[in-house]
């Protein structure tokens, strides 16, 4: 008989966002009539930009004759894109990305999961505490873990601490690690790492030979100077890191998919044999073999975000998210609770009251108010005692759910 990958069984029963989501509808089942508000799932609702839409059609309509057909085109991703990917996002911020630095994709989930893939199973991984379960789980299904542990740690991972006590910014491990995920803007805790502090990260990447997993999926939603959108803009960053960049949050295409990951030819990794590899060789032939290219209109549709109308759009677009994050992080501090977050992320990260726990908050709201939030035990021990909302609802929908935490009692 097969046997099976046993790793998968150290994991918990489900995914976060799958057991929210067989909560929630066991309880709209019950309670058909309930008017529930989904603001747990970091999922947007509000349609693509027309640029988007437009580019689109149009590579349907090329796709409708053979001059103009497009079959398998390059796994790393058309040529239209990936330029104006590197001068938007990088060449104009004067950053140097080469073209075969950029591999396209369908959405950074994907990556940030497949990507530990290319790393050799004995490296030390260390995640922050809170953090997005994709980096956790995908090292654990590997078999980079030990078991669970009833305090909530895998054995064999390094967790770093993020709470309010420390302004959410992780400290450096007092030991080794190989391979270190930060996202930033943060999910979920909705806050922010600084220039002063990226750079201390890098600098530890690159006296520990240590590879930083940088998870940019929200550089959009930056609004503060101090903040770097990519983590290339800290000197040293591209001899040490890779970076995952997402279309989902920044233009709405989470249900069209489509992502990029930067690994710059100078991150290396040394081979059994003492050699160095760049990870960037090793990743090509990952996508080359296992990936056959994202389709060809979403590509176009990707690449009309950075048109001058697309650009316009897309701002609107986080502008629009941007004051339901406003409004919710207002509304939770007039109900008296504490709130982080919301000003560089579409997140929310608030305090559970009276040390209620995330989970028994999340009853609380989904039975009390119909709101459907995260709690944050989903993201790691650290995040028991906190819940994060997410500012992708509707205007109307997100000021709906804040005039009902008005009147819950705590
Ligand atoms: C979330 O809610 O954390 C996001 O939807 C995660 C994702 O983008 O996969």
Redesign the pocket.
Known sequence: MATINDNYLKLPGSYL?AEIARRVAAYKEAHPEADIIRLG???VTQPLPQACIEAMHKAVDDQAKAETFHGYGPEQGYSFLTEAIIKNNYTDRGIEIAPDEIFVSDGS?SDCGNIQEIFGLANKVAITDPV?P?YLDTNVMAGRTGELQKDGHFEGVVYLPCTAENNFAPALPKEHVDMLYLCCPN??TGTTLSREELTKWVNYAKENETVILFDA?YAAYITEEDVPRSIYEIPGAKDVAIEFRSF?KTAGFTGTRCGYTIIPKTVKGRAADGSLVSFNKLWNRRHTTKFNGTAYIVQRGAAAIYTEEGQKQVKELVSYYMENARVIREGLKAAGLEAYGGVNAPYIWLKTPKNMSSWDFFDKLLTEANIVG?PGAGFGPCGEGYFRL?AFGSHENTKRAVARFAKLKF
């Open positions: 966002f799932i970091g999922d989930k997005y994709v999910n979920p999926a989902s995260t997410t």
